[in-house]
């Protein structure tokens, strides 16, 4: 009889400290938001100047601190759980590598101005995901 109330005394403890513990992990997950929304708006006004840059040369600075910022965005959108802006995120680093690699002012704007817009995108959807 002494075994078993050990036990269940031992079992009780134990759980008191995994619910203790999930509820100290889920309340970084509203911060975890707020930096993808933040990281977010960074990429979106690198990408912003980028898409107004007048040369290929002038751009091409912006949209690799784009892609940096929207690839935190998007790291912090995993850890907050919200996979609406982890894609939003994600798409927008594809259109912010098709920009770099464009050897044309012409072919580069368009690609930058996707990948902005998706920058914002990923920012509501991590701010949805933040309430």
């Given at each position: 009889?002494?075994?078993?109330y050990?036990?269940?005394?031992l079992?009780?403890?134990?759980g008191?400290?995994?619910?203790?513990?999930?509820?100290?992990?889920?309340?970084?997950?509203?911060?975890?938001c707020?930096?993808?929304v933040?990281?977010?708006?960074?990429?979106?006004?690198?990408?912003k100047?980028?898409y107004?840059?007048?040369?290929?040369?002038?751009?091409?600075p912006?949209?690799?601190?784009?892609?940096?910022?929207?690839?935190?965005?998007?790291?912090?959108?995993?850890q907050?759980?919200?996979?609406?802006?982890?894609?939003?995120?994600l798409?927008?680093?594809?259109f912010g590598?098709?920009?770099l690699?464009?050897?044309?002012?012409?072919?580069?704007?368009?690609?930058?101005?996707?990948?902005?817009?998706?920058?914002?995108?990923?920012?509501?959807?991590?701010q949805?995901?933040?309430?």
């Amino acid at each position: 009889m002494k075994k078993q109330y050990i036990f269940f005394s031992l079992l009780i403890a134990i759980g008191v400290i995994a619910i203790s513990s999930f509820k100290s992990v889920n309340k970084s997950a509203p911060a975890n938001c707020m930096m993808a929304v933040t990281y977010s708006e960074m990429a979106m006004i690198q990408f912003k100047k980028a898409y107004k840059a007048k040369t290929i040369e002038a751009a091409q600075p912006f949209i690799k601190k784009g892609m940096e910022q929207v690839q935190q965005a998007s790291a912090y959108a995993v850890q907050c759980d919200c996979t609406q802006s982890e894609s939003n995120a994600l798409t927008a680093y594809g259109f912010g590598k098709k920009a770099l690699d464009a050897t044309e002012l012409e072919k580069m704007k368009p690609e930058a101005k996707k990948a902005m817009d998706l920058s914002i995108t990923a920012m509501a959807a991590a701010q949805r995901c933040d309430k």
